[in-house]
């Protein structure tokens, strides 16, 4: 019986694991679900004051980083590919057509969101904000991680103009209840006092 107990621990070990992790997801993706399913909005939206753009990062292959990525070293991290750089350019390319030449962009400290704002083409990338960094390796950290953001918000005016929040998808799904797509966007409404309302989305544009 000992040794069938050791045979089955590290299976029992990895069953825990995946129940801890299905845990947290299932929090992100129902206890930050919206009152309503978020319908596609047009991008000329985004040209009224007082909006928001949180912007998923351009198409990059897998999921997660490789084992060992670090902050500030892009050859650690999972980045954008041909597909997804041709991607950010046409989002940039259509809120340009949409009448938005220029907006406040900020992205988290990954590389793939850093270059998915680059390309968007939309005016100077803001500093790196820690409060868009992705927790998707560490799915205890959403709690704190969605109250930071939430915070980084309220920082914003709510009569300005366009910003754009160049993030990850757990970081969306998090505070929405939205599951973006690569390159997809949710559209926030700010209002006095810190609130935000989910306008709807932005579909990312039509693969080539």
């Known amino acids: 019986m000992r040794l069938a107990e050791r045979h089955l621990a590290p299976y029992i070990a990895g069953m825990k694991r995946f129940s801890q992790f299905l845990a947290a997801a299932f929090a992100i993706f129902v206890l930050a679900a919206p009152a309503k399913a978020a319908e596609p909005v047009a991008a000329a939206t985004l040209a009224a004051p007082g909006h928001v753009l949180l912007l998923r990062h351009a198409i990059a292959p897998g999921t997660g980083d490789p084992a060992g990525m670090r902050l500030g070293d892009c050859s650690t991290q999972r980045n954008l590919d041909a597909a997804g750089r041709a991607q950010a350019q046409a989002i940039g390319a259509g809120l340009r057509q949409a009448g938005i030449a220029q907006a406040r962009v900020f992205t988290s400290q990954w590389c793939r969101t850093r270059e998915t704002a680059e390309i968007l083409a939309l005016g100077p990338v803001g500093e790196r904000a820690a409060e868009l960094n992705s927790f998707f390796e560490e799915r205890a950290a959403q709690p704190a991680a969605t109250a930071a953001l939430r915070a980084f918000l309220r920082t914003l005016p709510a009569d300005g103009g366009l910003v754009v929040l160049v993030t990850h998808q757990v970081n969306i799904t ?35």
């Not at 997809?184 to 544009?205: D, H, N, Y």
């Open 174 to 208: 998090a505070l929405t209840g939205i599951v973006p797509a690569s390159g997809e966007g949710v559209v926030l409404r700010l209002a006095p006092g810190g609130e935000f309302a989910v306008v709807g989305r932005l579909p990312p544009p039509p693969r080539s």
